[in-house]
Structure formats: C-alpha cells, structure tokens
C-alpha cells in the first residue's frame, strides 16, 4: 500500500531565507510524486509533479521539488520564501497501477516578516 | 475553462439529517474523487468515480456514506443521518482518467453539523 510522510507539522522560515518542506513515500512500483498548497480555507492548488525523467522539477511560483529513489523522498524546495509562501502543503503519491492518490498529513509553512 | 465547482460552499445540518454534497468536474474530466479533511489534519480519501461507475470506495464508511456520478448531472456524496463527527471540509477532485497524473480541486464544501 501507498503511504506518504511528512515528518514535520510546521516549519518556519524568515522571509528571505531558502525553504525545505519534506517528504517521503512508500509505494510498490514507479511513483508519481505531488506537491500541493492549501490557503486557509480553499481547495488544494497543485504545484508541480514528478512523472519520470529529470529529479529535479520546477512548479508554480518558483517552488521546486528534487526526487530521490534511493531515499524515497520528494522535497519541497524554494530558494528565497516570501510571506505570502504562508500555507499548509501536502505531499501525494499514486502508484502506476491504480488511481488513488494517498496524501500526506500536510506541513504548515509559516515564512515570518 | 471553468475549475471544478462544489456546492454548497458551506451546509448545516442538525443531527439525524441528510447532507448532499455536489461536485462538478472539469470540462472533459470524467474521473471524480472525493476527499474529507478533518480539521487540522490531512486529505483522507474516500472514494473514486467515473460516470456511472464506483471505481474505489475503500475509503468510505461502511454506513450512512454514499456516491455517485451519473450520466449527467454532478457527482452527489451523501450523508444521512449526519453525527457530529462528519463536521469536516469535503472536496471533490477530478481528472481526466488513467493517464492523467494530476487532479483538479474543487474550493470544498464545509459541513457542520450541530
């Protein structure tokens, strides 16, 4: 079965700074990988995804995100955070066998002034 | 183009009611999941349509919750008899099938049941 893990509820960084939201995954078979962000009370925003090909990827408003097979991790990465960055992100997986996506329990990013 | 739309926004219900939660895919989607969240807690899976057919509903409750998607017309998760506990932000996601690797949020539909 797929599992995500996202080891760290909040992370704070000052605005600025570089920034490292986590993941790591489970799954049997290819994974494909998903970084998604929720504001306070709105749907989940797609970012970027990891198919195959390049392990680093580049996503929406400057986020990218580096595969790592051999540790099974899928960090979320963005050089320079802004205040605005502030949000829960989630990390999903799906296998390429099925269709279910199973998400992470979410990361709360707090980027301070 | 417009998104994926859900309806209501917000619904309150008192105990021993039933909700109806709606979900209108993406132009050209036809693959819709359903999601709860919990508050402050993740996206928990529920169950994954295409039209007129439950592809997965493993991660339904076993009573009271139930989908569908038919030929026409939006996707309707219900709830009867709604308890305290299905309090919970429901969105619904949608794709355009096996090939496509990502899925399209609606804004959600905030149930409180009192």
């Known amino acids: 079965a797929q599992s995500v893990a996202q080891p760290e509820d909040q992370v704070n960084v000052a605005e600025g700074n570089p920034l490292t939201v986590k993941c790591t995954y489970s799954v049997s078979g290819n994974p494909y990988l998903f970084w998604y962000v929720q504001y306070p009370n709105r749907g989940l925003q797609f970012l970027l995804k990891?198919?195959?090909?390049?392990?680093l990827v580049k996503g929406s408003y400057g986020f990218e995100a580096e595969f790592n097979k051999s540790q099974t991790s899928f960090h979320l990465k963005k050089p320079s955070a802004l205040v605005s960055d502030s949000a829960l992100y989630f990390c999903a997986v799906r296998d390429n066998y099925g269709q279910n996506f199973v998400f992470g329990p979410g990361t709360r990013l707090s980027v301070l002034p | 183009n417009a998104g994926v739309m859900q309806n209501p926004r917000h619904l309150v219900r008192r105990r021993g009611q039933e909700a109806r939660l709606r979900c209108s895919p993406m132009k050209g989607h036809s693959h819709v999941y359903w999601y709860r969240q919990l508050p402050e807690e993740g996206l928990k899976f529920m169950v994954y349509?295409?039209?007129?057919?439950?592809?997965?509903e493993s991660g339904m409750p076993k009573e009271r919750f139930s989908a569908e998607f038919p030929k026409e017309g939006p996707s309707i998760l219900r709830i009867q008899q709604v308890v305290r506990g299905d309090s919970a932000a429901y969105f619904c996601a949608s794709s355009t099938g096996l090939d496509s690797y990502e899925q399209y949020f609606g804004p959600g539909t905030r149930l409180t049941v009192t």
């Open positions: 349509l295409q039209k007129e057919n439950i592809i997965d």
């Open positions: 990891y198919i195959t090909g390049d392990n």
